[in-house]
């Protein structure tokens, strides 16, 4: 099983440009997350999803943006990407059912660089 | 909002030896649950264990076993038998239940070394 796969792995970007992290998951889950994990933190919650055309706010989500069209996808959109924004991001996933402390299912990680 | 704290930035262990990884939590509500993820070098994110709120019995898994006092909201892993593929930063995460919708908050990070 593939699980959350996420690409690109690695990227570099220049100050002011754009790009999308794409995020996928093949096991039916509802709810899907991105996080980002800054040099030697733990991860912080971007923006996450509980079905396709719903997303909201996490913690830190400026700079940022998110749509879920489909149960599988799970896109992250940086507009103008700036330096502050150098960091590894998490796509992950969880089953919605409610009272059980599903853990989450998390991808790879994509290691993006801001210059 | 709910804090996870984890105290130690680092900790090492001979190989064999048990060690314990500390984390304290701040929350209001009174249904959570609890887990330890284990990121290696290779940055994968690894679930080691969980805990849920409302069971008094501490979670083991095989090596791992935790140390859950509600009261205090102190949530330590410890490792028995240590050995270098335990070695790795620890990530001690905390998850409210109803209509959390299992959105996560995590510690610091606590880097294990393993010493042969």
């Known amino acids: 099983n593939a699980g959350v796969t996420q690409t690109p792995k690695f990227r570099i970007l220049k100050i002011g440009q754009s790009m999308t992290l794409q995020c996928a998951q093949d096991?039916?889950?509802?709810?899907m997350y991105w996080y980002r994990q800054d040099p030697g933190m733990g991860l912080k919650l971007i923006y996450y999803s509980v079905g396709a055309g719903i997303t909201d706010k996490g913690e830190v989500p400026n700079g940022y943006n998110v749509s879920r069209s489909t149960t599988e996808d799970f896109p992250l959109r940086l507009e103008l990407a700036a330096p502050s924004q150098t960091s590894v991001y998490f796509c992950?996933?969880?089953?919605?059912?409610?009272?059980?402390?599903?853990?989450?299912?998390f991808g790879d990680g994509t290691r993006l660089s801001i210059l | 909002a709910q804090t996870v704290t984890q105290s130690q930035p680092e900790m090492s262990v001979q190989e064999a030896e048990t060690v314990t990884l500390s984390c304290t939590y701040d929350t209001s509500e009174s249904d959570y649950y609890l887990f330890w993820y284990k990121q290696p070098p290779s940055r994968q994110m690894i679930l080691v264990i969980r805990q849920e709120a409302y069971k008094q019995q501490n979670a083991t898994e095989n090596r791992f076993s935790v140390n859950f006092q509600k009261a205090a909201k102190s949530f330590s892993l410890k490792i028995s038998d240590s050995q270098l593929g335990d070695a790795a930063m620890y990530f001690c995460a905390y998850c409210a239940g109803g209509t959390s919708y299992g959105k996560l908050t995590f510690g610091q990070g606590t880097i294990l070394t393993v010493h042969p």
């Open positions: 992950a996933s969880r089953p919605a059912e409610t009272g059980k402390g599903q853990p989450q299912h």
């Open positions: 096991m039916n889950h509802n709810y």
